[in-house]
């Protein structure tokens, strides 16, 4: 899906050279089941999550072969007695399949400019990318094998000040006249810095302003092929970050998703969304697995071989074993996270008008309610953790339409903090309001997501 990255929030707290984490869950207890119980029949591929409504939309399962977790076997906290357990939580939730198709030997292709001064680094960095223990990462368990990477395909000697969408999709149909296009290519555009980019149904000013970079299909002599644009945005660097690594980070973001959901706006799309109870996550993210970690502050990483940052994507498989489902993990401590206890199912629609039955809690505009917010860690910590409750519409740069009040904002694994909302205002694109819960412990952060309806 179209993303605006927010790479220059993340940037104070990068985390470098990270390698998956090795924790595993325990069993569920007191109420609440772990990630692993999460509600899909694995057999069946339905989604048993979430209610179906008339008008809502049914997603399918995760990849029939994740595994289920093993026993935790973490060592206890001084003075603990047995080995450590995991504080029962809700389950995380995972991105499903709608059945479309998956890029099994995707090929990329980028395309721009002679004069673009970092032709040459997307080079370099595609061909980090290709087989890379990282592509594997973030790609192999969802069917997508190892990338080839094609010749760099000029578009123009110069860059121009000024170009859209549709004179790109224009100048890769003359490019394929001969050759053919091939449906398991993604053609990459690339836009430097100094260009302006629209797109059909942008809203403010297209490239940087509405989006870092975004992946779609189209048509092209009666085959439908997909493809991907980023842009070279000065205005998302930061310390820590430079306009190569922003770039290819955003590179990295839409291949793996032009490779799970090559065609989403195909009949059948890709791993394109959550399911229905958790939509809330699709709402805030956009769903696809790269979406799903994007608003992480510690999202970027360095793995070894690369010579920039890339960004953290979303395992269900990790998910579901109850480890940190945000891939590569880090290895500095275990998994930790927040999550609020949402007994109720709302009604909600996301950016592009799918109208989603989601778990929430009900409070109409100008009342309030206090929901529980159970801690959880899948290993002694190294110390408490400060939780934060953040308005997805004011985190967006819109206005604020929750308040927040907090018994306490620090605990551990076992904790229980109580949350009270209060409605300011109504979302009407979303009908009702969006809330993300933050947990931070030193430069490492992990999210849940939740909604609000009347």
Not at 135 to 159: F, K, M, N
Not at 300 to 309: A, D, E, H, K, N
Request: one cysteine or more; hydrophobic letters at 40%; glycine letters at 10%.
């Amino acid at each position: 899906m179209p993303v605006r990255t927010s790479l220059a929030q993340t940037s104070a707290a990068l985390v470098l050279g990270l390698v998956a984490s090795a924790c595993t869950t325990s069993n569920a207890a007191n109420g609440f089941t772990f990630s692993a119980d999460v509600a899909i029949d694995a057999a069946s591929g339905a989604d048993l999550s979430g209610a179906d409504a008339a008008g809502s939309v049914d997603v399918g399962a995760p990849p029939a072969d994740a595994q289920q977790p093993a026993a935790d076997t973490a060592q206890p906290a001084d003075g603990a007695d047995g080995p450590f357990q995991s504080a029962p939580h809700p389950p995380l939730p995972v991105v499903v399949d709608q059945g479309g198709t998956i890029l099994a030997a995707p090929k990329v292709e980028p395309l721009g400019y002679a004069d673009d001064p970092l032709a040459a680094d997307v080079g370099t960095f595609l061909g980090q990318l290709s087989g890379s223990g990282y592509w594997q990462d973030i790609a192999g368990e969802y069917g997508v094998g190892s990338l080839a990477v094609l010749p760099w395909r000029t578009l123009a000697a110069s860059t121009p000040a000024k170009v859209s969408e549709s004179t790109l999709l224009g100048q890769l149909g003359d490019a394929l006249a001969a050759s053919g296009p091939d449906p398991n290519t993604v053609y990459l555009f690339v836009i430097p810095a100094s260009a302006t980019l629209t797109r059909s149904g942008s809203s403010a000013g297209g490239c940087c302003v509405d989006f870092d970079g975004y992946h779609s299909e189209t048509d092209i002599a009666g085959v439908t092929v997909p493809y991907a644009v980023v842009c070279e945005c000065p205005d998302e660097t930061a310390p820590g970050l430079d306009l190569a690594s922003q770039l290819m980070s955003s590179i990295a973001h839409e291949l793996v998703e032009a490779a799970t959901d090559p065609f989403p706006d195909s009949d059948k799309a890709g791993f394109i969304a959550t399911g229905n109870a958790d939509a809330a996550w699709t709402a805030v993210t956009g769903g696809e697995v790269a979406d799903m970690c994007e608003n992480n502050t510690d999202v970027l990483v360095q793995p070894s071989g690369f010579t920039y940052l890339v960004p953290r994507s979303w395992s269900n498989a990790a998910a579901l074993a109850g480890k940190d489902p945000c891939v590569p993990a880090p290895l500095d401590g275990p998994y930790f996270n927040a999550a609020p206890v949402l007994t109720d199912t709302v009604a909600i629609t996301d950016e592009y008008g799918t109208k989603w039955q989601a778990k929430g809690v009900k409070i109409l505009v100008g009342a309030q309610k206090t929901i529980d917010v159970v801690l959880y860690s899948m290993g002694p910590t190294q110390g408490p953790w400060q939780v934060d409750a953040l308005d997805v519409s004011e985190f967006n740069g819109g206005t604020p339409r929750l308040a927040f009040s907090w018994d306490t904002q620090q605990g551990s694994n076992g904790d229980t903090l109580h949350l009270t909302i209060t409605v300011k205002s109504k979302d009407k694109a979303v009908g009702g309001e969006l809330f993300m819960i933050q947990s931070t412990l030193g430069a490492r952060t992990s999210l849940t997501m939740g909604a609000v309806g009347g």
